[in-house]
């Protein structure tokens, strides 16, 4: 079966630091990897994309990144993170178009 | 712009009574999907069902089905038998076949089971 895999779950750091998070897919091939933040109170805003290696589209700019370096794997990253990238992000699959996305269990990030 | 609505932020109910859970949407294409997901306190977001817009008959996924009205573009959801483990902010959400990768999201709505 296909899990998701998230990390990490919580994250604290300050303004102006770097960011990672890594998403990775396994027991599927080719999936479609998406980006979402929830900022609380609120619904999912997507924020990247990618239907394949290499390939991103970014939904709403601002200073975050997105990278798929492998079929599996995708990564969400920024230069230098802002008060307002606090919030909850989300990765998630799916087979393809129009098709269900399932969710990792998010991390939960805090900008001081 | 498409739009998804759930008017009411919060509400409870009680061990195994049924509660519904409703949902409007807005958009002028024809082919969409509609779903509903479920987020416990674990964070974790989970598909709950799906519903396709060209089909009539309502989806059901055991105790869960919707009530899906397309003309008046509503999406609601039934939970029958509720369990303390329904507990979760629940969110309608849709795509379109044209923007197929961009799921559109409610702001939530906070469902709490009572003993």
């Known amino acids: 079966s296909q899990t998701i895999h998230q990390w990490p779950a919580t994250l604290v750091q300050p303004v102006g630091s770097p960011l990672s998070l890594e998403c990775t897919v396994e027991?599927?091939?080719?999936?479609?990897l998406y980006w979402y933040r929830q900022a609380a109170g609120r619904g999912l805003q997507l924020l990247f994309y990618s239907v394949g290696i290499g390939q991103i589209s970014s939904e709403v700019p601002q200073n975050l990144s997105a990278s798929r370096p492998q079929d599996r794997q995708f990564i969400l990253s920024s230069k230098k993170l802002l008060l307002s990238d606090s919030g909850f992000y989300l990765c998630a699959w799916s087979v393809g178009s129009n098709q269900p996305q399932h969710f990792g269990d998010g991390t939960r990030l805090s900008i001081l | 712009a498409q739009t998804v609505t759930q008017s009411q932020p919060e509400m409870s109910v009680q061990e195994a009574e049924t509660v519904t859970l409703s949902c409007t949407y807005d958009?002028?294409?024809?082919?969409?999907?509609l779903f509903w997901y479920k987020q416990p306190p674990s964070r974790q977001m989970i598909l709950v069902i799906r519903?396709?817009?060209?089909?009539?008959q309502n989806a059901t996924e055991n105790r869960f089905s919707v009530n899906f009205q397309k003309a008046a573009k509503s999406f609601s959801l039934k939970i029958s038998d509720s369990q303390l483990g329904d507990t979760a902010m629940y969110f309608c959400?849709?795509?379109?076949?044209?923007?197929?990768?961009?799921?559109?999201f409610g702001k939530g709505m906070k469902l709490t089971v009572n003993p």
């Open positions: 519903q396709e817009a060209y089909k009539q």
């Open positions: 959400a849709f795509m379109t076949s044209i923007a197929s990768e961009k799921l559109v």
């Open positions: 027991g599927t091939s080719n999936p479609n």
């Open positions: 958009t002028s294409e024809n082919n969409y999907y």
